[in-house]
T-cell receptor, first 110, second 113 residues
């Protein structure tokens, strides 16, 4: 699976819309973009995933660049509960186990 | 659905002792994954099973670590002769199939003194 690059940390304030970037310049055509988040003392939690089209669910909006070399996870109106480490990973839709990087630590101020 | 269950949640062992960590995947899930997380190394893949068969153990340390899945309802990760550098949070995840979304357990926090 191709490598992703994320900023180590980002800060935000409650109520703001947060844009978490992920770069995956060497992504292959059959690789899906997955996002997980992890709060302290818990395992990672699935957030969303996409292949080419933007996707949205109750947790977030995933914007994928037209060339697929980058993506952005958009968190609207963040609250303190959104403070977590957000992992962007790529997975081929096959039988390989996903590998995680360091992710982006999102801090949310009151 | 209780989610992925890991026991114990915390374990303290002395250097040289054996530690066995347990994972109960979500019922019906055919794939089980083990990861290790430390502040320095982040979230590292260890091994995974599909339909109880070991598929990829490329992340497992070559010595002292072993994993089994004797039945579809649980998997174990065993560390022999534990060392302080084995201290970490060990996470288990399961998915209905390998390609599907993983669901993680809360982890076992292992401390080797």
């Amino acid at each position: 699976d191709a490598k992703t690059t994320q900023p180590d940390s980002m800060e935000s304030t409650e109520g703001e819309t947060v844009h978490l970037p992920c770069s995956h310049a060497t992504i292959s055509g059959n690789e899906y973009i997955y996002w997980y988040r992890q709060v302290p003392l818990q395992g990672p939690e699935y957030v969303t995933h996409g292949l080419q089209q933007n996707t949205t669910n109750s947790m977030a909006f995933l914007a994928i660049a037209s060339d697929r070399k980058s993506s952005t996870l958009i968190l609207p109106h963040v609250s303190l509960r959104d403070a977590a480490v957000y992992h962007c990973i790529l997975r081929v839709n096959n039988n390989n186990a996903p590998r995680f990087g360091a992710g982006t630590k999102l801090s949310v101020k009151p | 659905n209780a989610g992925v269950i890991q026991t114990p949640r915390h374990k303290v062992t002395g250097k040289g002792q054996e530690a066995t960590l347990w994972c109960e995947p979500i019922s019906g899930h055919s794939a089980v994954f083990w990861y290790r997380q430390t502040i320095v190394q982040g979230l590292e893949f260890l091994t995974y099973f599909r339909n109880q068969a070991p598929i990829d153990d490329s992340g497992m340390p070559k010595e002292r670590f072993s994993a089994q899945m004797p039945n579809q309802s649980h998997s174990t990760l065993k560390i022999q002769s534990t060392q302080p550098q084995d201290s970490a949070v060990y996470l288990c995840a399961s998915s209905s199939q390998v390609r599907d979304t993983q669901y993680f357990g809360p982890g076992t926090r292992l401390l080797v003194l």
